[in-house]
């Protein structure tokens, strides 16, 4: 699979490191039932089939943190962007 990094071009994916879906809200730590929210957001999660906003790390390239929507029934990469736009 080639992901499309914004700064270095397409890469194999071997350059980067997966890191999750990127559209889970953190649980807020402070709330008196944090430690269920966090098991919630862990451990019982939906695994959709097709477009899924994914965050990845270019650790061999540029650094970079990357969203990427990827299809998951074909591992199509559908866009790429920096997760944080300067």
């Known amino acids: 699979m080639r992901l499309p990094c ?9 350059e980067f490191a997966y890191l999750g879906d990127a559209a889970i809200a953190r649980p807020d730590a402070a709330a008196p039932d944090a430690p269920r929210l966090f098991y919630e957001a862990t451990y019982l999660r939906d695994n959709p089939a097709g477009p899924h906003r994914e ?16 299809d998951t029934t074909s591992h199509e990469i559908l866009a790429a962007a920096f997760a944080r736009q300067p």
Do not use: I, K
Not at 7 to 14: I, M, N, T, V
Not at 55 to 70: D, I, M
């Open 6 to 14: 914004p700064f270095c071009g397409p890469r194999d994916s071997a």
């Open 55 to 70: 965050h990845w790390y270019h650790a061999a390239g540029c650094r970079q943190w990357l969203v990427v929507t990827r």
